[in-house]
């Protein structure tokens, strides 16, 4: 059974997920969860403490899936399937990506923690690029740092699919994620051997 806090913290993500930010107030979590206000500011002060939790429940969510991947061979449906499922945690939590520039510009901690952050998932990427490099699924670089760029060219895309989405389409759901899945694994095609190709040949019939 989950308790009081817990209870809060999904009822704001719900919330903040159909409404977005600015439509949702402390007022307006207590009456969808049940409880006064004042039992609401027990557990958090402001509703700037609500959106930090539910920033690190993201943030953990994603290194579970990350670190339970860890031990399998990289190749390149491995990547893809991690992407797959960053995905859709980015959908469980997607007010973060709808609202990503304003939540920045608000909390210090998690602007803080976010730069950070990236720099730790660029040195894991840059070894998952070095590694398919390693196994012939990926070419050796042709001009200087062109995985480290095509890194932050994916964090572009991985920050700001949703919001795409959400401005291009009516009631999105998370089967428009095969559709932006497709443009990340496409992107990845001109960096591919002979080798990479022919997985991911394989691999596209099922995306």
Wanted: charged content about 25%; proline content about 1%.
């Amino acid at each position: 059974m989950r308790n009081t806090k817990e209870v809060i913290l999904s009822t704001a993500l719900d919330l903040f997920n159909s409404r977005g930010l600015s439509q949702v107030t402390l007022r307006t979590i207590a009456g969808e969860t049940g409880i006064s206000q004042g039992n609401l500011n027990y557990h958090f002060k402001k509703r700037e403490d609500i959106i930090e939790a539910l920033y690190f429940q993201l943030v953990q969510n994603i290194d579970e899936k990350i670190a339970g991947v860890t031990n399998s061979p990289i190749s390149l449906n491995w990547v893809i399937g991690l992407s797959s499922l960053i995905m859709d945690n980015f959908f469980q939590f997607k007010f973060f990506l709808l609202d990503f520039v304003q939540i920045m510009r608000a909390s210090t901690t998690i602007h803080t923690h976010y730069l950070a952050l990236s720099e730790e998932r660029e040195k894991q990427f840059t070894f998952i690029f070095q590694c398919l490099v390693r196994e012939g699924f990926l070419r050796e670089e042709e001009i200087v740092n062109e995985y480290a760029n095509y890194y932050k060219r994916l964090r572009i895309m991985g920050d700001f699919w949703i919001s795409s989405a959400e401005i291009l389409n009516k009631n999105v759901t998370i089967s428009i994620k095969s559709d932006y899945l497709k443009l990340i694994v496409e992107s990845l095609y001109p960096y591919l051997t002979e080798k990479g190709k022919v997985e991911y040949r394989c691999i596209c019939i099922d995306i």
